[in-house]
Structures are given as structure tokens and as C-alpha cells.
């Protein structure tokens, strides 16, 4: 669902009924609906069938073995993990949430270290 907010721009929602949340794109990816960032997955961390905190926990402990600029793929079936692994990249220095996909059961993350 698309609306118009208070400047006038185009908001896009998303319903995803797993959850039965209404998540505002904006507040996962920023401004801007995602449009596939370039990146190159540097390694993958699988963490499907663990709930929270541990997609997010283990997101932190692999990206800090990292080198600044490797991405990280995290495969995950926990549909909290959209949320959670959005709103940990945001309030942490070093991080950037690059894209994020849900296919089928499993949601992809795709976080970069940036110092």
C-alpha cells in the first residue's frame, strides 16, 4: 500500500501476515524503498531455526571477524529477525543493513561492516 506523508512523498507499506505487522519500510531501509544495492556476499551465516536473540547475536559476533566492507548474508526463519536485525544495524556504529529479502520461509540479510 502506497500513501502520500506529510511532504508529500510516497510512503510504500508492507503487510506481512506471518507477523500480522504493519511495517513502514522506511523506518528497515531508510528513505529509500530498497532498489538492490551492488554488493559482493563475503561469507553466510545460517541461523535458521533460532529465535531472538540469536539471529542478531550471532550477526554481531560473525561480522566482527570481519574485514570493513565484507557483507554478510544471514539466512533466517525467525520473521522477527526483519525487524530485529533492521533496528540493531541502525543504532550500531560500524554497520549497514544493505538489503533485506523474504524468500519464501527463509529472510535474507545482508549487512556490511563499515569500520
Known sequence: ???RNRLGET?????????DTLLHLDLILGNEVNTMTQYEVTET??????????P???TK???DQLAEGDVLEVLATDP?????????AKT?????LVDQVEDDDVYKHYVRKTE
Open 1 to 3: 500500500m502506497a500513501v
Open 11 to 19: 510512503d510504500v507499506f508492507e503487510y506481512r501476515t506471518s507477523t
Open 45 to 54: 551465516l545460517d541461523v535458521t531455526g533460532q529465535n531472538c536473540p540469536m
Open 56 to 58: 542478531v547475536v550471532k
Open 61 to 63: 559476533q560473525n561480522l
Open 80 to 88: 522477527g529477525s526483519m525487524s530485529d536485525i533492521a533496528g540493531w
Open 92 to 96: 550500531t556504529d560500524g554497520v549497514e
